[in-house]
């Protein structure tokens, strides 16, 4: 995993719910799509389509928090609490077990309906539910296209990511370090994550654009050019970006991935 050590953490909670809600007896997933009704321009710097609006943390938390009242005026008092992307919890595997989608050679839950630029919640509760049946099939078949495609092989046999060979990894989570001279060359103008293998993945041709109104790209993100960027200063940064995703990696952050796929 890289530096993402934390990662590692915590594999208790992962696999036993009822060590992060006492007296769980459901997991409830629910899905969003974020795939954009527009794309950057062509030689823009790549910014993963995640990205492209508001922080999906902060607007899927608030989903979660009012669904959670939604069930407490229908049902009653019940305890629960919802996750999403930001605790030691396995949200795609839930999500097959929830029936929703099989897990791709990729790592990403997939449905057959609309690919995979989805993001993941999931509420645990002790709301006692009827369970849904798993996804029980993998339709990926004996296509390899995600791990072809995958510019610096960081997709393994057997479903397994090697996150420190991945681009969203170097871009994003890598922090103050530098990106190891072994990639240049590598990242295909990828400046902020990678998402070269939900791209060519046969699946996503059915992606839909979505509905959510906060998942709107950032002006900026479709329309800066690479000298834009570059020559963005750290105040303008902290404006634009301010309710973005971007502000992970930090201003320093892009400018040092700025300057890796330039060389």
Known sequence: HGTMSYMENYFDLRIDPAKLVPGAKSVITLMKNYYPAKRQELDAPKISKYAYGKDYHEVIRAKLNEFIDNIKTKIGDIHGRGFVDSAPVLERTWAQ??????????????????????????????????????????????????????????????????????????????????????????????????????????????????????????????????????ELTEESFKKIFAASPLKRTKYSGIQRNLKFIAE
């Open 97 to 230: 077990r929830s029936g929703l989608g099989w897990i791709g050679k990729n790592g990403n839950l997939i449905t057959k309906e609309s690919g995979s630029f989805y993001f993941i919640a999931t509420l645990i509760t002790d709301l006692e539910l009827e369970y849904d049946n798993p996804f029980a099939k993998d339709y990926c078949g004996t296509c390899t296209r995600c791990i072809d495609e995958c510019p610096t092989d960081a997709i393994l046999p057997d479903k397994v990511i090697d996150g420190s060979r991945c681009i969203s990894y170097f871009t994003i989570e890598l922090k103050e370090m530098l990106i190891p001279d072994t990639m240049k060359g590598k990242f295909d103008n990828w400046m902020f994550g990678c998402d070269e293998c939900q791209d060519v993945c046969p699946w996503n041709r059915f992606s839909k654009t979505t509905n959510e109104t906060a998942f709107t790209p950032i002006p900026e993100i479709l329309n800066l050019s690479t000298k834009e960027w570059s």
